[in-house]
Each structure stands twice: as C-alpha cells, then as structure tokens.
C-alpha cells in the first residue's frame, strides 16, 4: 500500500538559513509527488510538483526513487514561509496520499 | 475564476444524525474529490467523482457517501454520525482528475459531532 512519511512534525529555523523539509514515500507504481502549503487562515494550495521541475517561491524539490524520498529545500528561508507543509503522492487518477505535514517556523 | 467554495462552513451535529456537505468546484472543472482531516489521522482520500460518476474511493465505511450534478457540483452525506466524524472536510476541483492535474482545495467544512 502507498504511504508517505514526513519525520518532523515541527521545524524551526532563522530566517536566511537553509531548510529542508523531509518526505520519504512507498509506493510500487510510478510516482507523481507534490508539496502542498497551508498558510495560516489560507486554504490547502499546490506548491509544487516533481514533473514540473519548477522552482516556486525557491522552493525545490527533487525525487529520488533510489532512497524513495522527495524532500523540500530553500536555500534561504524567510519569514513569510512559515506555514504548514505537506507532501503529497498521487496514485489512481486524482486521489492523494498525504503525509502528516510538517510546521514550518521561520524565526526573525 | 473563482475558487472552489464549500457549504457550510461550520455544522454542529449529534450521534446518529446525518450531515450532507456541498463543494462548489472551480467553473469548468469536472473532478471533484472529498477529504478527511483530523488530527490523529491527518488527510485522508474520501472519494472523487468525475462526470456524475464516482471514479474512485477510498477506506472508508458506507456511512460516508457522495454524489455529483451535471454541473459538477457535489454534496457527500455521512448518515449515523459518530463521534470520530468529528473533522474538517475539505473538497478538491481539477479540470479531469487525470495524473499530475493541480488539485484546488476549498476552505473545507468543520463538523462536530456531539
């Protein structure tokens, strides 16, 4: 069965400092991954998505099908990324397995 | 466009009532997908529709059941409410549902249940 795993439920950083955030999956098929972001008092919204290879808000993300994993990284965080992130994995058609998301705190 | 809009936003219910939500999608969209959010058990895939046709589901009992219009809207009931109903409910919009599609989220639906 599909399953994505987010370690870290909470992560703090200082705002220029580099972040990543952890996602590893497990899946037999194909996989479609995404970061979807959650700010405060906003709705769940994309973020980005591995067959783009897009760059949003600089944020990246790149998979790794040999260690299973599709972490998130900014070179610089800022305080406005603070948010709620969730990584996502699309099997059948629209359906998306999320993991438990990790809370992104950027400090001054 | 406007975004997809979900009603109500807020329900308060007892055991053993039923509930049906309603998700608006984004105009043109004809995929519309349900989650469950909690806190012990994060989001989860509930069903999605496409073209008044479930087309996929997920584990959860038959209590929780959906539907779609002609015009993609769509409502999902939960009938004999338990306690653990208690969730936010959030509904999804994509133009066909297909592989990779951005999926556009509403505000979602917070149910209690009493």
């Known amino acids: 069965a599909q399953r994505v795993t987010q370690p870290e439920k909470l992560l703090s950083v200082f705002k220029g400092a580099p972040v990543e955030l952890k996602c590893n999956y497990s899946y037999s098929g194909s996989p479609e991954l995404f970061w979807y972001v959650q700010y405060s008092r906003q709705r769940l919204q994309l973020l980005l998505r591995?067959?783009s290879r897009e760059s949003i808000k600089g944020f990246t993300a790149d998979l790794n099908k040999g260690e299973t994993s599709f972490h998130l990284k900014k070179p610089f965080a800022q305080e406005e990324d603070s948010a709620m992130y969730y990584c996502?994995?699309?099997?059948?058609?629209?359906?998306?397995?999320f993991g438990e998301g990790t809370q992104l705190t950027v400090n001054p | 466009k406007a975004g997809v809009t979900q009603t109500p936003r807020y329900l308060i219910k007892t055991r053993g009532q039923q509930v049906t939500l309603s998700c608006s999608p984004i105009s043109g969209h004809r995929s519309v997908s349900w989650y469950q959010q909690t806190p012990g058990q994060g989001l989860q895939f509930l069903f999605e529709y496409f073209s008044e046709t479930q087309r996929n589901k997920g584990n959860f009992p038959g209590r929780f059941s959906g539907r779609q219009f002609s015009n993609s809207r769509s409502e999902m009931n939960v009938s004999t409410l338990e306690l653990g109903d208690s969730a936010l409910y959030l509904c999804?919009?994509?133009?066909?549902?297909?592989?990779?599609?951005?999926?556009?989220f509403g505000p979602g639906t917070r149910l209690l249940v009493l």
């Open positions: 591995h067959i």
């Open positions: 999804a919009s994509s133009s066909t549902g297909l592989a990779g599609e951005t999926q556009y």
């Open positions: 996502a994995l699309e099997t059948s058609g629209s359906r998306l397995t």
